[in-house]
């Protein structure tokens, strides 16, 4: 194929003169026998037919195959570009995410008045629902068991929080490990800032968050903020949970029960603060 591609202009043009020749020597013959050479200026007329037809049958097959080759050629370069170019929109869609995570987090640290560990999640534990990890921080970082997780979030209207991640529950010297409050082991004391009033939040195995308040006499809407109350021995006061998803009644008359949606997005989570006492 490379053969007849780069010399069969040439073949072409020898093959040509050939023929040519042979005309030229076949018309000569007929000149000098008269019409009893006639039979000869029709074989050679039909000849001629012949010649060109395959003459344009071989270089039409020619020019197709080349064109052929440069279609393929400019199908596998716009592959590559699009290659490319969907490589370098994820490089600027990360570098974009990562930006507005950093900002986020400067505007938490600046309302942050306790001392912190950040942390970098390097596991995850078997689970659906993101519900423990593990960090590349641990005791030679300050860092002990009982000690607040967070995240900086930033609500529907633009304003950053301290969100609730969980609580570290083991450590060692170069790691720790974290549950949140998907876990159905995290308990964690909350109040409506809409009305005041407290209850208790906890995870479950299928990774929603329910609540119930102390009291029955209480109301709760959908949409109202839950931060943390502070009581207890673990959670310090108002670091932000997240907001009421649903009211859910019960037969039982002496608790009002809710659902939770966390501030934070444990599908998403890869650094948080550890506040150290």
């Given at each position: 194929?490379?053969?007849?591609?780069?010399?069969?202009?040439?073949?072409?043009?020898?093959?040509?003169?050939?023929?040519?020749?042979?005309?030229?020597?076949?018309?000569?013959?007929?000149?000098?026998?008269?019409?009893?050479?006639?039979?000869?200026?029709?074989?050679?007329?039909?000849?001629?037919?012949?010649?060109?037809?395959?003459?344009?049958?071989?270089?039409?097959?020619?020019?197709?195959?080349?064109?052929?080759?440069?279609?393929?050629?400019?199908?596998?370069?716009?592959?590559?570009?699009?290659?490319?170019?969907?490589?370098?929109?994820?490089?600027?869609?990360?570098?974009?995410?990562?930006?507005?995570?950093?900002?986020?987090?400067?505007?938490?640290?600046?309302?942050?008045?306790y001392d912190y560990v950040v942390?970098?999640?390097?596991?995850?534990?078997?689970?659906?629902?993101?519900?423990?990890?593990?960090?590349?921080?641990?005791?030679?970082?300050?860092?002990?068991?009982?000690?607040?997780?967070?995240?900086?979030?930033?609500?529907?209207?633009?304003?950053?929080?301290?969100?609730?991640?969980?609580?570290?529950?083991?450590?060692?010297?170069?790691?720790?490990?974290?549950?949140?409050?998907?876990?159905?082991?995290?308990?964690?004391?909350?109040?409506?800032?809409?009305?005041?009033?407290?209850?208790?939040?906890?995870?479950?195995?299928?990774?929603?968050?329910?609540?119930?308040?102390?009291?029955?006499?209480?109301?709760?809407?959908?949409g109202d903020n839950l931060v943390?109350?502070?009581?207890?021995?673990?959670?310090?006061?108002?670091?932000?949970?997240?907001?009421?998803?649903?009211?859910?009644?019960?037969?039982?008359?002496?608790?009002?029960?809710?659902?939770?949606?966390?501030?934070?997005?444990?599908?998403?989570?890869?650094?948080?603060?550890?506040?150290?006492?």
């Amino acid at each position: 194929m490379n053969f007849l591609k780069e010399h069969f202009k040439k073949i072409l043009f020898f093959l040509t003169i050939l023929i040519l020749l042979i005309m030229i020597g076949l018309s000569s013959i007929g000149r000098l026998g008269g019409a009893d050479l006639g039979f000869f200026g029709n074989m050679i007329s039909g000849f001629q037919k012949i010649v060109y037809k395959t003459g344009n049958t071989l270089t039409n097959s020619f020019y197709s195959v080349q064109e052929i080759v440069k279609m393929r050629e400019e199908n596998i370069m716009l592959t590559e570009s699009v290659y490319e170019l969907r490589e370098q929109v994820r490089i600027l869609e990360n570098i974009i995410n990562k930006s507005e995570a950093l900002e986020t987090e400067y505007e938490m640290k600046k309302n942050l008045s306790y001392d912190y560990v950040v942390g970098q999640v390097i596991a995850i534990d078997d689970s659906n629902w993101f519900s423990r990890f593990t960090i590349d921080k641990g005791e030679n970082d300050g860092i002990e068991q009982n000690d607040i997780v967070i995240q900086a979030v930033k609500t529907d209207e633009g304003i950053v929080q301290i969100g609730l991640v969980g609580i570290v529950t083991q450590t060692s010297s170069g790691w720790s490990k974290v549950i949140t409050l998907l876990d159905e082991s995290c308990k964690v004391s909350f109040r409506n800032i809409e009305t005041d009033e407290s209850g208790i939040l906890q995870g479950s195995i299928d990774g929603t968050v329910t609540g119930y308040f102390f009291s029955s006499k209480v109301s709760a809407e959908p949409g109202d903020n839950l931060v943390t109350s502070g009581i207890g021995e673990v959670y310090i006061p108002d670091i932000y949970i997240g907001d009421v998803k649903d009211v859910v009644k019960t037969t039982d008359a002496s608790t009002l029960r809710i659902i939770v949606e966390p501030a934070v997005d444990f599908t998403k989570i890869n650094r948080v603060y550890v506040l150290t006492k």
